[in-house]
């Protein structure tokens, strides 16, 4: 298959990284190590909902090839060092994460913080706001107050080496144009809102099943979306001249 964007630098950066944490882990009896994987590690030709089993059925988009392996080998390891050393090692997988304190930067911030950005400089300027593609991609996002309730648990409770999906359930799913639309709404933009379907889409969906997590805990209360993206923008307006962006 043809490899884009695979870069050797720092795929072996992330390798080294990886490794380096883990066996430095081992080395010092660390207890418990919980890393944090990515939903771009899953196969690029699957079927949805995805889930913890198909982590590695197939290679990933070749668009982040080489960050993909990299991440996939700490399940690997974690795998092994268990069974080698009974260490405690394990993964979690969140979804899109947003939140306060997060890269606000248009050009390689993630889509809903770098949305928030522009609609904000829309409004100063009075320009309209412009969004990348068709808007019918969909996403599962969390916000990441609910994501550091939930990393604790798992570093408190969760005994499992295998890797847990940490995300809203497929039906809280959102498309980019929902998204954009909640961030207007919650920027009380008045401009034109226009999508450049001349730009790619990219991949159309990733849904992800939290199974297993609501298993563990079936009572959790995920912040709803439109509400976690309004204290978004309110930390965003507060800070501006800190945020990261």
Not at 73 to 87: A, K, L, P, S, T
Not at 199 to 227: E, H, W
Request: proline share 5%; hydrophobic share 35%.
């Amino acid at each position: 298959m043809p490899l884009t964007n695979l870069s050797l630098r720092p795929q072996r950066r992330n390798v080294h990284i990886n490794d380096n944490v883990l066996h430095s882990a081992y080395e010092c009896g660390v207890q418990k190590v919980v890393s944090c994987l990515s939903t771009c590690i899953f196969p690029d030709k699957t079927t949805y909902p995805i889930d913890e089993t198909m982590i590695h059925n197939g290679p990933p988009h070749s668009s982040n090839f080489g960050y993909s392996y990299a991440k996939r080998m700490i399940d690997v390891q974690n795998r092994g060092y268990f069974e080698q050393h009974g260490c405690r090692f394990t993964a979690v997988i969140p979804t899109n994460i947003f939140g306060p304190h997060d890269n606000f930067n248009i050009e390689d911030g993630h889509v809903l913080p770098g949305l928030i950005h522009k609609v904000y400089l829309a409004k100063q300027t009075g320009s309209a706001l412009t969004v990348w593609g068709t808007g019918k991609p969909r996403r599962q996002f969390i916000y990441s107050l609910d994501l550091a309730r939930l990393f604790l648990w798992v570093l408190r409770e969760y005994e499992e080496v295998e890797p847990i999906i940490l995300s809203v359930g497929e039906e809280d799913e959102v498309s980019i144009k929902e998204a954009a639309d909640a961030i207007v709404e919650a920027m009380d933009f008045r401009g034109e809102l226009i999508f450049d379907t001349t730009k790619a889409d990219g991949q159309f969906k990733k849904t992800a099943s939290n199974a297993k997590l609501r298993r563990y805990l079936p009572g959790f209360q995920f912040t709803p979306f439109r509400q976690a993206v309004q204290e978004t923008c309110a930390w965003f307006r507060a800070n501006y001249a800190s945020a990261r962006k």
